[in-house]
């Protein structure tokens, strides 16, 4: 990591009153958290598409039964 980056880190860790692995281990789940999870209205969008409701109903079955295969 460069000596910008570093400081940058350093000053916003500093500014919440927090350790830098503190700070950067909260960034990272935030960050984790925002991209593995769904924003309520891309779930309205989502249920309401019938026809891809109806596909993941069916893959979600198929991967219960274990068929098909998984890639």
Aim: aromatic share 4%.
């Amino acid at each position: 990591m460069d000596e910008a980056t570093y400081r940058l880190i350093a000053e916003a860790a500093q500014a919440d009153n927090r350790s830098i692995s503190n700070f950067v281990e909260t960034a990272a789940r935030q960050k984790a958290a925002a991209e593995i999870l769904v924003s309520e209205s891309e779930m309205v969008e989502i249920r309401a598409d019938r026809r891809l409701v109806r596909r993941l109903q069916r893959g979600h079955r198929d991967a219960v039964a274990r068929r098909g295969k998984f890639v």
